[in-house]
T-cell receptor, first 115, second 112 residues
Framework: GAGVSQSPSNKVTEKGKDVELRCDPISGHTALYWYRQSLGQGLEFLIYFQGNSAPDKSGLPSDRFSAERTGGSVSTLTIQRTQQEDSAVYLC?????????????FGPGTRLTVT | KNQVEQSPQSLIILEGKNCTLQCNYTVSPFSNLRWYKQDTGRGPVSLTIMTFSENTKSNGRYTATLDADTKQSSLHITASQLSDSASYICVVSAGGNNRLAFGKGNQVVVIP
């Protein structure tokens, strides 16, 4: 079946502009995660959605970052007033549930470059 | 300090040779440890997942080991192929809502 998809695959934006990154999880997966992967660094947790529960936003680096998940499916990560340090690959993953043994399936990522 | 440390940071090996990647972690409590393979420009793909009671798990030419007492894991690649060139990421789950702690990865380059 179809895996996790993300769009766009690449995004170049000017400093100060807002960007929206989209994630389409695997159908039926209730858990959805956003991560950031900076050059030479490990994946950094940003935010997590599970069903209709309030999202875990504890990983968001600043109030310029926000995310929503509509209808328990598609998710959008928004970065306002982008800064150069926001340049990274943003990865989305989905999981059948949020338990510790459920596999997380990753999308190909969106490479964001802020000039 | 990162809770998951991997070594070596990068490695170049000849096609057909074996290699072993190391992972040390301090994550507690511990639920499971995973190894992911990430090809350039792609998302990570799971290779193995092990709980504290498992010492070894294989997936084709990939064999992972786990010592939960010393909090160490290794990933052994046998008879390497050019397609093994990738970053191998050690990931530890503390349980609960499946929050994962990621290592920075071992960058492996297989040359002919």
């Amino acid at each position: 079946g179809a895996g996790v998809s993300q769009s766009p695959s690449n995004k170049v934006t000017e400093k100060g502009k807002d960007v929206e990154l989209r994630c389409d999880p695997i159908s039926g997966h209730t858990a959805l995660y956003w991560y950031r992967q900076s050059l030479g660094q490990g994946l950094e947790f940003l935010i997590y959605f599970q069903g209709n529960s309030a999202p875990d936003k504890s990983g968001l680096p600043s109030d310029r970052f926000s995310a929503e998940r509509t209808g328990g499916s598609v998710s959008t990560l928004t970065i306002q007033r982008t800064q150069q340090e926001d340049s990274a690959v943003y990865l989305c993953a989905s999981s059948p549930d949020s338990g510790a043994f459920y596999e997380q399936y990753f999308g190909p990522g969106t490479r964001l470059t802020v000039t | 300090k990162n809770q998951v440390e991997q070594s070596p940071q990068s490695l170049i090996i000849l096609e057909g040779k074996n290699c072993t990647l190391q992972c040390n972690y301090t994550v507690s409590p511990f639920s499971n440890l995973r190894w992911y393979k990430q090809d350039t420009g792609r998302g990570p793909v799971s290779l193995t997942i092990m709980t504290f009671s498992e010492n070894t798990k294989s997936n084709g030419r990939y064999t992972a080991t786990l010592d939960a007492d010393t909090k160490q894991s290794s990933l052994h690649i046998t008879a390497s192929q050019l397609s093994d060139s990738a970053s191998y990421i050690c990931v530890v789950s503390a349980g609960g809502n499946n929050r994962l702690a990621f290592g920075k990865g071992n960058q492996v380059v297989v040359i002919p």
